[in-house]
């Protein structure tokens, strides 16, 4: 699994809510990409989560 996270990404803090071991927050979400294996679910959670569909999973 890819994970990125486009330009769309206005900061709000949901993805780290439900899966803070591979996302985290400052100025845009910066994804762990060691941190994606065993951790799908989340992002795929994390994905639906997204306000404004920032987070691109390939
Ligand atoms: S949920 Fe989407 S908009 Fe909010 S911080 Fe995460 S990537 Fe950015």
Do not use: L, W
């Not at 949901?14 to 799908?40: P, Q, R, T, Y």
């Amino acid at each position: 699994m890819k994970v990125t996270v486009n330009d769309s990404c206005i900061a709000c803090g949901a993805c780290e809510s439900v899966c803070d071991v591979v996302f985290s927050v400052e100025d845009k979400a910066v994804v762990d990409e060691g941190a994606i294996a065993g951790n799908e679910d989340c992002v795929k959670e994390a994905a639906d989560c997204c306000p404004v569909n920032a987070i691109e999973i390939a």
